[in-house]
């Protein structure tokens, strides 16, 4: 692996407990606004453009407007919070991942097998790369962005591209982050408004809060049980609720 994948696909070790990144505050530097017209999403990389057609094929509406919705959350957080990576880091490594890290909840995937959606969902993810051309660094780092998602602790290290998912995605989900206080400041209300108006909620946190209990009646072992009450925390999302 060299230096430059390493960086290209966001490899670099962070801590996985984000507090210890930004002090005990929801951010390193005051987020401005961002919007979507502001950032460019990579449709101009074939293999993006494939994902994106996959993506809305095999996932619901609401399901792929919150995978587009991370992307740009992430962009946000990673220009804003991590600047010292945004010359380097791949935005169509960051658009892969945001695509697919809810694959495994498609509803062909959740039932065929036995193994937690975020699992099934990085080897499904990793196969579709590599088929459609992805370099391997590439494929391997989308699949354990993807495997670690909701992997939240406070122990041991994380890759960047993980922790930036993994605040974008529970962001929107919960709007709460149980090592971070205050986590719905590390977003301007203008870009979150700016980019729910182009990738519509439509009810996300029932549709999503939904297919959790589904997985856990489906797999009562799976990883989504590892955080406390998850359906209900998302259904109490209170600060998204006038977005919904």
């Excluded at 993994?166 to 919960?174: F, G, H, K, P, S």
Aim: charged fraction near 20%; aromatic fraction near 10%.
């Amino acid at each position: 692996m060299s230096t430059n994948e390493i960086a290209q696909n966001g490899w670099t070790a962070l801590p996985l407990d984000p507090s210890k990144l930004f002090g005990g505050k929801p951010f390193r530097n005051a987020p401005g606004q961002l919007l979507v017209s502001d950032i460019k999403f990579p449709e101009d990389d074939p293999i993006v453009a494939k994902v994106q057609s996959y993506a809305k094929e095999k996932l619901p509406i609401q399901t792929y407007n919150h995978s587009m919705r991370v992307f740009y959350y992430a962009t946000a957080i990673v220009r804003q919070q991590f600047p010292e990576h945004a010359a380097t880091f791949s935005p169509s490594t960051l658009a892969l991942v945001s695509l697919l890290h809810d694959i495994g909840t498609a509803e062909e995937n959740l039932a065929a097998t036995n193994m937690s959606f975020e699992f099934y969902g990085g080897f499904k993810a990793m196969n579709l790369l590599l088929e459609l051309g992805a370099s391997k660094d590439q494929a391997e780092a989308v699949a354990e962005t993807i495997i670690r998602h909701q992997d939240l602790g406070t122990e041991g290290n994380i890759t960047f591209v993980g922790q930036v998912i993994q605040l974008a995605t529970i962001y929107d989900n919960v709007s709460d982050h149980p090592h971070l206080k205050n986590l719905i400041e590390i977003i301007h209300t203008e870009t979150l408004k700016d980019v729910v108006k182009t990738f519509p909620r439509q009810q996300w946190l029932g549709c999503f809060a939904k297919t959790i209990d589904e997985e856990e009646r489906l797999k009562p072992w799976c990883h989504s049980t590892h955080i406390p009450d998850f359906s209900q925390a998302i259904l109490g999302n209170k600060f998204m609720k006038p977005y919904e």
